[in-house]
């Protein structure tokens, strides 16, 4: 017997009122996919088609229009310490160091618990993160880098049932941003941490995600497709790319950004599209021969790494 999905999303639809006389907005509609516990999902899509809004919803730091959000079995009503969310921005507490920001947190969690025990907790997920030796470091003490790694382990430090990524690793340098990647991989893989995130770099779904749920253009975007990323759960960045599945999946959703997902879902006509559910796809088993390493010139290699922003 399947074990039932840890979030349900069902028919959840985002409007914003008319203002000013103008027509109310749409941004987004009968968005309906699962998630099972230990899955990383990420959502790809443009700016505007409502991914942050939706991330937001899960959080229970928004509402929908329409539809339901479950978790566990139980729908959702507003935030709660069962959902940790990694923003774009470190989001810490400027006053505080980083055991202080990581502290704040887990006392919030466990109230009960003595000083030496939230010390200790917190100490594990800072040196989870790389953060040893920078425990009683301010946030103006510590790279960009640095503070987005104190995020994370303040989001792992909750335990949560959900971690809620919204593009943490976006305004990173390149090399920064790849030591990250690999740090939350990590992480999620060893802990079977349910997570979702979302992002706009398709190279960065495939490395962290087991599906790449994909989004249309908006307003009125719907979700179009889920991709099965059947690469190796445990793969590594410098060899997925000569994987047999690797271009077969970052073709599909290069495609699916460059030209799909303008596809004119609003024309009269197409409230059946609208209303079907994605489509589940597996382009890494597609009959698509991806090129063999060894054929590779390494001008092909770079062109075909680069990343989509």
């Known amino acids: 017997m399947n074990e ?12 914003f ?3 000013a006389g103008a027509a109310p907005q749409i941004v987004f509609e009968n968005v309906s996919f699962d998630i099972a516990k230990g899955d990383f999902v990420c959502l790809v899509g443009h700016s505007g088609c409502g991914k942050t809004t939706l991330l937001n919803i899960l959080a229970g730091l928004d509402t929908a229009s329409e539809g339901v959000v ?5 729908e959702i009503s507003g935030p709660g310490l069962d959902r940790a969310v990694v923003f774009q921005s470190h989001a810490l507490l ?13 006392r919030s969690r466990w109230p009960q618990w003595r000083k030496d025990r939230v010390r200790d907790h917190c100490q594990k997920y800072i040196d989870l993160v790389g953060l040893t030796g920078a425990e009683h470091k301010k946030p103006s003490q510590l790279s960009g880098g640095m503070k987005q790694r104190v995020g994370i382990a303040r989001a792992f430090a909750l335990e949560p049932r959900i971690l809620l990524l919204d593009e943490p690793f976006s305004a990173l340098d390149a090399l920064t941003r790849g030591v990250l990647q690999d740090e939350v991989r990590r992480l999620c893989v060893s802990t079977r941490q349910t997570t979702f995130m979302i992002t706009h770099d398709i190279d960065e779904a495939i490395l962290l995600a087991d599906r790449v749920v994909l989004m249309t253009n908006g307003p009125r975007a719907r979700l179009a497709e889920t991709v099965v990323n059947t690469l190796p759960r445990n793969r590594v960045r410098n060899e997925i790319h000569r994987h047999p599945h690797y271009y077969p999946i970052r073709n599909h959703l290069l495609d699916f ?3 799909r997902s303008r596809l004119d879902f609003q024309s009269p006509g197409t409230a059946t599209d609208r209303l079907r559910p994605p489509v589940e796809v597996r382009p ?5 021969e991806a090129p063999p390493a060894s054929s590779l010139r390494p001008e092909d290699t770079r062109k075909a790494a680069g ?3």
């Open 4 to 15: 039932a999905p840890l979030i349900l999303i069902q028919g959840l639809s985002k409007v």
């Open 17 to 19: 009122p008319a203002q």
């Open 70 to 74: 479950i978790v566990a079995g139980q």
């Open 94 to 106: 400027p006053w505080l160091s980083t055991l202080g920001n990581v502290a704040f947190a887990v």
């Open 257 to 259: 950004l460059l030209t």
């Open 284 to 288: 890494g088993l597609a009959e698509i």
């Open 307 to 309: 990343t989509f922003h």
